[in-house]
Every structure is written in C-alpha cells, then in structure tokens.
C-alpha cells in the first residue's frame, strides 16, 4: 500500500497501474493531499470548517486529475508528495482568488478609476528597472499611460487591461463576467499590451525596460 514514505518511482509505477493497484495508491495520495491542505490553508479560513471541508475535497480531486495527467512532467528533483503537493496549492489559492472576486462586479470595480491609475505609481515604478530621471518623469509617465489607457484603447480592452493586470483579478473570472472564452480574453489583452507599447514607443519611452508591469497570465 502506498504511503508517504515510498520512494518516487513506487509512485509513479502505482499511478501508472491499472486495477486495484492505481486505485489504492490514488487513495492514499489524496489523504495525503488532504492532510497538507487542511493544515495550509486553515488559517485562511479560519473558523469556517464547512468551507474548508468542501474546498479540500474539491481541490484533492482536481490535483489527483492534474497528476494522473502530467506523470511525464514529473522530473524526480524533489519528493513526488513535495511536487504534488505543489500542484494542490497552487490550485488551491487560485481558487481562493477566483471565489474572492466572484461577487464582484467588473464594471463597478472600475467606476472610480477614471481619474487616475488604480496601480501604478511613482513609487512602484522606481522599483521596477524603469527608472526615469526624477519624480516629475515618473509622474509625466504614469499620466501619458494613463491617457493610453483611458482613450486609446477599446472599452473591453480598458476593463480587461485594469482587472487583470491591475487589480490581479483571475483571468477565469474576468473572462466569465465579460462573457468571453479565456483565449479571446488573453487576445484582447495582448492586443491592449501591443497597443500601448506602440504608443509608449512613439513617445519615446523604452518600453522593453518597463513591460513586465505588463506581463499576461499564462495562456
């Protein structure tokens, strides 16, 4: 029977079984799941046991999807239980953030950002590898990307743009609320990000420098 001291390749030959065999060894790991879930992300939802209870089941049986899945990937460098706890938490805390911003409405969010960026500052920007020559660069900076933002791009590409990279709202849930699949969505943003670099470009700003402000989620 499987358990959390057996060597990488007993894993991998379990899960790689049929039967009886596969059946157990995906029994023990999903306790295993359990357990290193409930222990991480207790004190994220504290005193809310039914929640717990309900989101450690739900995201015990996408990991064992996930691995199941990507068995090939695993490449030996850690403890298999270390990488597949790996693969829970991530799943787990992406979760945490779409279900955070499930209520919440995309428009509304952004009724109060039409004066000025909702993200970026001078502060912020001096920390990035973009440094301009002083306060008074920064801040004409920030305005022209501002005015980008607010005129230049479309409607969709504006509320996109803000929420994902802005805000860190997930993708899953921008591209829910706006209706679209999550590939146009990632299309719309790249579209948004090549537009404000050609401007950006024309400007005179070397862009390359600044650009991961605006890195997209992966695809």
Do not use: C
């Not at 999903?30 to 209870?53: M, P, Q």
């Not at 945490?96 to 920007?125: C, H, M, Q, T, Y």
């Amino acid at each position: 029977m499987g358990n959390s001291r057996q060597t990488n390749e007993e894993w991998l030959a379990q899960l790689r079984a049929t039967g009886e065999i596969q059946t157990r060894a995906i029994e023990d790991l999903s306790e295993i799941i359990r357990k290193g879930l409930l222990s991480g992300l207790n004190s994220y939802l504290a005193n809310d046991a039914g929640r717990i209870e309900n989101l450690i089941e739900e995201i015990t049986q996408e990991t064992i999807l996930r691995v199941l899945q990507h068995l090939g990937t695993f490449e030996g460098r850690s403890q298999f239980t270390t990488w597949v706890y790996k693969i829970a938490i991530r799943l787990a805390f992406s979760e945490l953030r779409k279900r955070r911003w499930k209520d919440v409405s995309i428009e509304a969010n952004l009724e109060s950002d039409d004066e000025k960026p909702p993200a970026f500052s001078a502060g912020e920007l001096s920390e990035s590898s973009f440094q301009p020559e002083g306060v008074t660069e920064q801040r004409e900076f920030i305005r022209l990307l501002w005015r980008i933002i607010q005129q230049d791009l479309t409607n969709h590409q504006r509320q996109a743009l803000i929420a994902v990279i802005m805000k860190g709202v997930p993708m899953e849930v921008v591209a829910e609320k706006m209706g679209m699949r999550r590939n146009a969505l990632y299309k719309l943003l790249h579209d948004a990000r090549k537009h404000l670099k050609r401007e950006l470009i024309s400007a005179g700003y070397a862009v390359e420098e600044i650009f991961s402000l605006f890195q997209l989620p992966e695809k």
